[in-house]
């Protein structure tokens, strides 16, 4: 059965017949029956069907088709074919977009495709495939381009494909468009155009750029203002919008007082947007690469001064160097110091000396008192704006004279001025000298008892830190003294405290080391002033006696320093020995060792006092009163023997043996009289506690007896109160019940009133708002009623009005009257009613008679 084929209608089919190798199509209806030497080749297949405003790409399209001969195909070409009865593909055609059509799928759709449809100020563009003659007779070449302008509808040919639909730009107000020449052409207005040109178009619309025309973008006009205006930049040699030439590179301004909109051209950048600079009558600024007004060219490497009140645009190249400046405003106690940088004639006006021309030079200072108000001219530069330094007394500042080089002390009080060529000058001190101030002269460790004397001395102002250009100063605690050295005239100078030493800009301090701790140590301490005294020194001396026994004795030698005040040599004696301390200690403890050193220890354990004493004070056999160190006149007068300690280990437990021996046995007799004593006192206690017991119990025997007179009583009134409690509360229960009962039933009579009210009220309410609800739609309906009236009343009234009394009469008359030209028209009389005005109308009285007229 497969060689029996029905092909329904719309159907072909593609036979080849193997004897010739000839394919034929067949086209149904039919039933087709194959001969054995014929093979189907394709189908049954649905004929192609193209719908209005469709078409499709027939491939290989097949020529003098002769079925069961031969035929003439086009390889390599193509058919377009628009709406038309349905057709069939013949041997060896193809669809384009459907090729594997007949093959692995019976679906064309993907071939069928719409007509290109332009629309008003849009465009198609055409490339040619084909050298031919388009539909207007003109000659195209392939690789050819061009467009068709809308509304239309594109009839596509094999000789030509679309490149694609052209979009129009909308060029706005303000906008403009800017193109580019994609190769040599003509643009709209007829004006030639190279390869790579750019120009604008600033007619307002849609625009439909040619085929050999690229849109490049969009351009929107800058509006300026009188504020704003814009740097340009020329990319290309041109003649700008103002007709001026400009050269590649070249950058110019243009503001709102030139004109109100810039649309960039062709060849120019908008560098950046500038705004004018304002300037007040108290500001003014240094402009750098100055534009000539007249020439517009920079002067670079110069600058210009402008002072408010003005306002002006930044030229290309111009720049404010510091920006805006305020003027210097100087009240009467601030200066300005101000250096020349250039030679130049400066004016000077001022009311003791006339008006005048002073000649500045080069790196010349000098300064401006106030109060004014002062604008440097360009050759002058502002080095600092100085104000008079209030000094009170004891401060002062050091000032250093920059073209001498002198430093000198300005002391309070006074409010000083530095001079055009004078400077603060910093002093500085040591490390260790300024951890002396702040520490209040001394400084070491907390232990050591001499660092409670600088206590007092301490600034509170040089603990935030200490103004190296202000004068120093420190409280010398009373009876101290205080060395210091001036290295420039190689002196020094003594203060006697308390008082406040002040060091000039050449002077330092005499820093003393001093040793401290118990034994004595060098360098524990250091110290700016020195203690006069009476003080004393505490040490520890380790010594031996003759019979080798090693002690450790700690002594307090009582001291002072003998001068005369105001002899320079007298004040200066005592700073000669620096670490006088550990001098004095070294000195004495070596005449103590000396003479213990002859003294046996018992000896010197029961004359330990005189043998020190003796050591210290005795000179040649003479016992001083004091002893005197003549090196820095420190004297000691006195010496306290505090402690006597053996070092060795042994002999100091025998000795604390016999001293425990000795506190027992003292210990052990006070125990024995304290006891006797706490005896006899117990006796005497022990009586006087008995006698106490005897009259303690009389009382209590006394209180008892009281006591069960008052238990008889209270049993009997116990007795006979409860029995009348009971009856008392048993009546109040009974009237309380029949109270209660009373109140009850008399809230549940008030409880029903209640009730009944809330009903009664509740039903009259009710009918009353039905009532009401009544009352008010009659009124309503009422009101709606004489509304509608009213309203038909002048409808009729309106339209009385309108058509006017004589045109309701001619209406009124017009139907009778026409019957009765009608009846005279016909030879028949018409007789009018009583009323005189409408006749008897006999027409269809005669229509009756006469029967129906054909």
């Not at 993907?110 to 849009?122: M, Y």
């Amino acid at each position: 059965m497969d060689d029996i084929i029905g092909i329904a209608p719309l159907q072909f089919v593609h036979v080849l017949d193997m004897n010739t190798n000839i394919t034929r199509l067949e086209v149904g209806p039919q039933t087709l029956v194959l001969q054995s030497n014929e093979r189907l080749v394709v189908g049954p297949l649905p004929m192609i069907v193209i719908p209005p405003a469709h078409y499709c790409v027939v491939l290989d399209p097949v020529t003098k088709f002769v079925p069961g001969k031969g035929y003439q195909q086009k390889l390599g070409q193509s058919e377009i074919r628009f709406h038309k009865e349905p057709f069939p593909l013949y041997p060896g055609e193809f669809l384009q977009n459907a090729t594997d059509f007949g093959k692995k799928s019976n679906n064309y759709s993907p071939a069928i495709l719409k007509l290109p449809v332009v629309r008003a100020n849009h465009a198609i563009q055409l490339e040619a495939v084909l050298d031919h003659d388009d539909e207007n007779g003109v000659s195209r070449k392939a690789g050819d381009r061009w467009q068709l302008e809308g509304p239309l509808m594109y009839m596509p040919t094999p000789y030509s494909k679309i490149v694609k639909i052209v979009d129009p730009v909308i060029i706005k107000t303000g906008e403009a468009l800017v193109l580019r020449a994609v190769q040599d052409c003509e643009d709209i207005n007829g004006e030639k155009r190279v390869t790579g040109e750019e120009w604008l178009i600033k007619e307002e619309g849609a625009y439909l750029a040619g085929v050999n025309e690229e849109v490049v973008r969009v351009e929107k006009k800058h509006t300026l203002t009188p504020e704003t205006g814009l740097i340009l930049k020329a990319n290309q040699t041109l003649v700008d919008s103002e007709g001026k030439d400009r050269l590649a590179g070249e950058m110019w301004l243009v503001t709102g007082e030139m004109m109100t909109e810039y649309l960039t051209e062709i060849g120019v950048e908008v560098v950046s947007q500038t705004k004018i600079t304002v300037l007040n009558n108290h500001q003014f600024c240094v402009i750098m690469n100055p534009v000539d007004p007249k020439t517009l060219k920079p002067h670079f490497g110069q600058r210009q001064l402008r002072k408010g009140v003005c306002n002006f645009f930044l030229h290309p190249g111009e720049e404010i160097e510091k920006g805006i400046q305020q003027a210097f405003v100087l009240s009467e106690n601030e200066a300005l110091l101000l250096r020349a940088i250039d030679n130049h004639t400066e004016e000077v006006s001022s009311e003791d000396k006339k008006k005048g021309k002073i000649q500045r030079k080069c790196g010349e200072r000098w300064m401006i008192l106030g109060p004014t108000c002062y604008i440097p001219p360009i050759e002058v530069e502002v080095l600092k704006k100085r104000s008079q330094i209030p000094l009170s007394k004891n401060e002062g500042i050091y000032v250093q004279d920059i073209q001498k080089g002198t430093v000198r002390l300005i002391m309070g009080p006074q409010s000083y001025m530095l001079a055009a060529y004078e400077e603060l000058w910093e002093k500085e001190l040591s490390e260790i000298t300024e951890i002396l101030l702040r520490q209040g002269g001394g400084h070491g460790t907390g232990d050591i008892r001499k660092m409670a004397y600088f206590e007092q001395s301490i600034d509170p102002q040089i603990l935030k830190g200490r103004d190296k250009t202000r004068m120093v100063t420190y409280r010398c605690p009373g009876n101290t003294a205080v060395q210091v050295n001036n290295f420039l005239e190689k002196t020094s100078r003594v203060v006697f405290g308390p008082d406040l030493v002040i060091l000039d800009p050449h002077e330092d301090f005499t820093i003393l080391s001093l040793s401290a701790g118990k034994p004595k140590k060098e360098d524990a301490m250091k110290s700016l002033c020195l203690m006069l005294g009476p003080d004393f020194i505490t040490d520890i001396l380790e010594v031996e006696t003759s019979d080798h026994a090693r002690l450790s004795v700690q002594v307090a030698f009582n001291n002072h320093f003998e001068y005369t005040k105001g002899n320079p040599r007298s004040e200066a004696a005592i700073f000669s020995v620096p670490d006088f301390i550990g001098y004095a200690c070294r000195q004495l403890g070596s005449r103590i060792r000396a003479a213990v050193a002859r003294t046996s220890f018992d000896e010197f354990h029961r004359h330990s006092s005189q043998v020190i004493l003796n050591a210290v004070f005795q000179k040649d056999g003479v016992l001083q009163k004091e002893t005197r160190f003549t090196n820095n006149n420190l004297v000691i007068t006195t010496v306290d023997v505090q402690s006597i300690e053996p070092v060795d280990m042994k002999m100091r437990d025998s000795l604390s043996k016999s001293v425990q021996l000795a506190i027992e046995i003292s210990t052990k007799s006070i125990e024995a009289a304290a006891s006797h004593e706490a005896g006899r006192n117990e006796q005497i206690s022990q009586g006087q506690l008995e006698r106490q017991k005897l009259h303690n119990e009389k009382e209590a025997e006394i209180e008892r007896c009281k006591l069960l007179e008052l238990k008889s009583i209270t049993a009997a009134v116990e007795s006979t109160g409860q029995a009348t409690a009971e009856a008392q509360a048993q009546a109040e229960r009974i009237l309380i019940e029949c109270e209660s009962e009373i109140e009850a039933a008399r809230l549940r009579a008030q409880a029903a009133e209640i009730e009944h009210q809330a009903k009664l009220e509740a039903q009259y309410l009710l009918r009353r708002s039905e009532i009401d609800y009544q009352k008010n739609l009659n009124f309503l309906e009422i009101a709606k009623t004489k509304k509608m009236a009213d309203i038909e009343v002048k409808k009729f009234s309106d339209m009385v009005k309108a058509l006017g009394v004589k045109t309701i009469d001619a209406m009124a008359r017009a139907g009778p009257e026409a019957q009765m030209k009608l009846l005279a028209s016909l030879g028949i009389e018409s007789t009018l009613i009583t009323d005189g005005k409408t006749p008897i109308n006999l027409f269809n009285t005669a229509n009756g008679l006469v029967g129906k007229v054909q």
